[in-house]
């Protein structure tokens, strides 16, 4: 399976796993999936850091790729076609980050990582975290 993190779950895996559901943690562990970090939750920590309104020990660029690096977790790029599908979703969710991670989840077959239920309206695959 190929799975998805939302920004908050990067952020909790990273800094405070135990936040994480019981089979978010399982599925983040095992071995046979993949695991993704869109390109737009790194855009989102660096917007939200910029802001202050995201505490990181060190700037979003050092921080990020550290603990991808660590984690083995993948970057995943935004193709034009998730960008575009934004277009089409219904407004179930007014966040322009989870609206693109939406879109990129359906263009490219992914489970989506959210503790946010109401991307689940989305009709997107969803595991709880």
């Known amino acids: 399976m190929k799975l998805l993190l ?4 990067l952020l909790w895996s990273a800094t405070d796993p135990d936040r994480l559901s019981t089979d978010a943690r399982a599925a983040l562990e095992d071995g046979s999936h993949d695991v993704l970090v869109s390109v737009v939750s790194a855009w989102e920590i660096a917007i939200k850091q910029s ?5 990181l020990p060190t700037p979003a660029e050092e921080w990020l790729p550290e603990v991808l690096r660590r984690s083995g977790f993948e ?46 309206a989305y009709g997107v695959p969803v595991l709880r975290a």
């Open 75 to 120: 970057v995943a790029e935004l193709g034009l076609a998730a960008a575009l599908r934004v277009r089409s979703l219904a407004w179930h969710h007014r966040d322009p980050f989870d609206r693109l991670l939406v879109a990129q989840a359906f263009e490219e077959g992914y489970t989506l990582v959210t503790h946010d239920d109401d991307l689940a």
């Open 6 to 9: 939302d920004t908050h779950v």
């Open 51 to 55: 802001l202050g309104k995201l505490e």
